[in-house]
């Protein structure tokens, strides 16, 4: 079976039905009830990467790996793209080698530009925007901590309005998520998402105190405040984001677990406490970032 898309650059380009197929697939390979060995034998995917990683890079990597098939690490300085060749002529170039392009860029329009120039899939491992694997793998996560996501369960974001918080928003409106966002004035979900997420099944419930948003949640989500590129505007948002912190005091009188999609700024975001308790389910995102792109790699090349 395969995916109604050429490209994966963020997560509405699936149905809801489609992510839901994912997720099964995910699953079923995580737990073994299929085999993935050789699910993608002799498939390549080319890793393009503007910006640095852990966690992309490794999972696709070694997912690339457990399917049978191969992948090729593509730095900024490790190709001609650093150098002065045009994007166009990289996607076109590159895309007569491999089977699936993975790649992480700063500007999302960017990405759209790879996928416009290239002859085969190009899956979006973050851009300034978005962040539609870090969704799949939050998805999964929640899933199997408390069950149907239609179901209920609900989810507090509190933090930042960019890329991984705004895929978490669409993704939660195509899988009927109750989810409720919390962001500094001025750094919200960009209007485009919150419509778009509205049109899908529902936008997120808007709230202005941290309080108030995390009081029902089952689980509490956050992402760093300086995010990759941002690193000049370190002063600004730190003042910004005052009281925004997830720590102990916040999650008082809560049974609520700990999501972040990590790298995590202990002291900033996020506390030592909170990051280091029962709360925190943050591994098993971590660890979901394998399965839920095997799954999603298996499904958008027929395999
Ligand atoms: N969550 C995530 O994308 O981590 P990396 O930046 O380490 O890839
Ligand atoms: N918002 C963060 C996410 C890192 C995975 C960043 O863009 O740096």
């Known amino acids: 079976m395969s995916l109604d898309t050429d490209h994966f650059l963020d997560i509405d380009d699936l149905s809801a039905a489609e992510l839901e197929r994912v997720l099964d697939r995910a699953a079923a390979l995580k737990w073994g009830e299929e085999d993935e060995s050789d699910l993608l034998a002799d498939r390549t995917m080319g890793m393009l990467f503007e910006k640095p990683s852990t966690r992309t890079r490794i999972s696709f990597e070694t997912g690339m790996t457990r399917l049978g098939g191969h992948a090729v690490f593509l730095g900024p300085d490790d190709i001609q793209l650093g150098h002065g060749e045009p994007l166009k002529d990289t996607?076109?170039?590159?895309?007569?080698?491999?089977?699936?392009?993975?790649?992480?860029m700063f500007e999302h329009g960017d990405i759209e530009e790879l996928a416009a120039y290239s002859s085969v899939p190009v899956v979006n491992g973050l851009t300034?925007?978005?962040?539609?694997?870090?969704t799949l793998a939050d998805l999964l996560t929640v899933?199997?901590?408390?069950?149907?996501?239609?179901?209920?369960?609900?989810?507090a974001w509190v933090g930042d309005g960019n890329n991984v918080g705004q895929s978490f928003v669409v993704g939660a409106a195509l899988t009927g998520l109750d989810l409720t966002v919390?962001?500094?004035?001025?750094?919200?979900?960009?209007?485009?998402?919150?419509?778009?997420?509205e049109a899908l099944g529902?936008?997120?419930?808007?709230?202005?105190?941290?309080?108030?948003?995390?009081?029902?949640?089952?689980?509490?989500?956050?992402?760093?405040?300086?995010?990759m590129g941002q690193e000049d505007r370190r002063e600004e948002k730190l003042a910004a984001f005052e009281g925004y912190q997830v720590n102990e005091?916040?999650?008082?009188?809560?049974?609520?677990?700990?999501?972040?999609?990590?790298p995590a700024h202990r002291g900033e975001e996020v506390t030592d406490e909170v990051l280091e308790s029962d709360r925190a389910l943050?591994?098993?995102?971590?660890?979901?970032?394998?399965?839920?792109?095997?799954?999603?790699l298996v499904e958008l090349l027929g395999s």
Do not use: I
Request: aromatic content about 6%; hydrophobic content about 40%; glycine content about 8%.
């Open 91 to 104: 996607s076109r170039a590159v895309s007569r080698y491999v089977d699936v392009v993975m790649a992480r």
């Open 128 to 134: 300034d925007d978005a962040h539609p694997c870090q």
């Open 143 to 155: 899933r199997e901590a408390f069950g149907p996501l239609d179901d209920g369960v609900s989810v």
């Open 182 to 197: 919390c962001t500094p004035p001025g750094y919200g979900m960009g209007d485009d998402v919150l419509d778009r997420a």
């Open 202 to 227: 529902g936008a997120p419930t808007v709230v202005d105190d941290p309080e108030r948003a995390v009081a029902d949640a089952d689980v509490v989500y956050t992402d760093v405040w300086v995010s």
């Open 249 to 262: 005091e916040l999650l008082a009188g809560t049974d609520a677990k700990l999501m972040h999609c990590l």
């Open 282 to 296: 943050v591994w098993d995102q971590a660890e979901n970032r394998l399965h839920a792109q095997n799954g999603l």
